[in-house]
């Protein structure tokens, strides 16, 4: 199986886009104090391919603290873990707080895919574009991918792309 972390500031959509992969109803804003190192939010199995989404403690802290320090460790080796990281981002605005989840992305190896969401918002897609531009000069993501998690738009590029940077588990029937 292989594991998906879910990253992003508040109010980007996290949680919307997750009930719509996994297809039920996830009580994620009712976090448990962060005892482990991944809260396993879903699960969701394709074929030979599961994948374990995850969110990451420390991840989307708006306000730098002094427990901060700390939880931005916390943070970046959590995400050591994972497979592939989808960064989930707002297209209607680009905030300091959304600097700081990519600077936490820092030095990851694992490929990142930029989801920009709540596209449905737009009226002139042609708007879009120097937006995009503007997030693709950011980081190198492994794919750029707008959609919106509440109208489900677009989710099927955003699936594909995760499984193709999943391992695929091999399943034996003695
Ligand atoms: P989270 O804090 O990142 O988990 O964000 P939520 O999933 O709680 O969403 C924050 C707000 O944005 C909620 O009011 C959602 O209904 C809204 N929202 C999420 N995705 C979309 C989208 O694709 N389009 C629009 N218009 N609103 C969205």
């Known amino acids: 199986c292989g594991f998906v972390a879910i990253v992003g ?16 109803k996830l009580s994620i804003t009712s976090r448990k104090p962060q005892t482990t190192r991944h809260q ?8 030979p391919i599961q994948a374990i ?23 970046t080796s959590a995400l050591k873990g994972v497979d592939v990281a989808v960064f989930v981002v707002d297209q ?14 820092g ?4 490929p990142v895919i930029l989801a920009v969401n709540k596209v449905d918002r737009i009226e002139n897609r042609e708007a879009l574009l120097p937006h995009l531009d503007m997030l693709s000069r950011k980081r190198d ?31 034996f029937y003695p």
């Open 141 to 171: 993501f492994a794919e750029i991918i707008p959609l919106s998690a509440l109208k489900g738009m677009n989710l099927a590029p955003l699936e594909e792309a995760v499984g193709r940077f999943l391992p695929q588990s091999v399943h």
């Open 107 to 110: 030095s990851l190896k694992c």
């Open 92 to 105: 209607m605005a680009w905030t300091t707080a959304d600097e700081m989840v990519l600077e936490k992305l």
């Open 9 to 24: 500031r508040p109010n980007v959509g996290k949680s919307t886009l997750l009930n719509h992969i996994l297809g039920q």
């Open 53 to 75: 989404y995850v969110d990451t403690p420390g991840m989307h802290e708006e306000e730098p603290r002094a427990i901060n320090r700390y939880m931005n460790k916390a943070a």
């Open 40 to 47: 396993v939010l879903g699960i969701k199995t394709e074929g």
